[in-house]
Each structure stands twice: as C-alpha cells, then as structure tokens.
C-alpha cells in the first residue's frame, strides 16, 4: 500500500470554485478506480464522485453532478476534483482512496488503502 496525500482545500465563497487534487507515494492509480469522498462535521463519511484509470468512466453522487469533475493526469499520478457553484452544503474534509472500479454506490467500505489525512473544504455563506 502507499500513501494517499489529498491537498487544494481552503476557504471559499459560495459559488466559488476550489480544485482538490490527489496524489499517492509508493503506487500508481493504474488498474485501480479512484473515488472522492467527503465527511461533514457530526456525519457519516459519504461518496462524492469516481473514476476508472483505465477507461475514465466517471460517476458522481447526485448532490454534486453538474457541478463537480473528477479527472485524472496519468504524468503526475495525480487524480483531480474541480468544484465549481460551491455551496455550504459542500461543506466536509475530502478524502480520496482507491476503489476496485467506479461504480453506483460506492462507500467508504469499498476503500482498498489506509485513509489519508483528507483536505479541508469550507464554503461560507
């Protein structure tokens, strides 16, 4: 297993726009899904969005889509979340983990590596 390192979280607006990104030491994301996942304060960690290394097929919980893009830079190892229209409501630490295949209804249980330390989102009102 390597290690997951999640950064690009901060303080934004809402409807404004952050870009979390990804990256592992020790492995590469290849033949692997990479999924997002976020936990706002007093909830349970939950599913944001999705995607397959190989064929980039992507899947996003339905809070999110239209809004969020998940993306993948092969060079860098390195998988993106650009969030545009945030909302309060996006609120969460993000986490991302490594999945056997982007698929509906992921969850945390579905992770495959030790948890990372996850980056900071918060969206003021």
């Known amino acids: 297993q390597g290690q997951l390192v999640e950064s690009g979280g901060g303080l934004v607006q809402a409807g404004g726009s952050l870009r979390l990104s990804c990256t592992a030491s020790?492995?590469?994301?290849?033949?692997?899904?990479i999924a997002w996942f976020r936990q706002a304060p007093g909830k349970e960690r939950e599913f944001v969005a999705a995607?397959?290394?190989?064929?980039?097929?992507?899947y996003y919980t339905d809070s999110v889509k239209g809004r969020f893009t998940i993306s993948r830079d092969i060079a860098k190892n390195t998988v993106y979340l650009q969030m545009n229209s945030l909302k309060p409501e996006d609120t969460a630490v993000y986490y991302c983990?490594?999945?056997?295949?982007?698929?509906?209804?992921?969850?945390?249980?579905?992770?495959?590596?030790?948890w990372g330390q996850g980056t900071l989102v918060t969206v003021s009102s």
């Open positions: 995607i397959n290394w190989w064929d980039l097929v992507t």
């Open positions: 020790g492995r590469t994301f290849s033949n692997y899904g």
């Open positions: 983990n490594t999945v056997r295949r982007a698929r509906y209804g992921l969850g945390p249980q579905d992770a495959l590596d030790k």
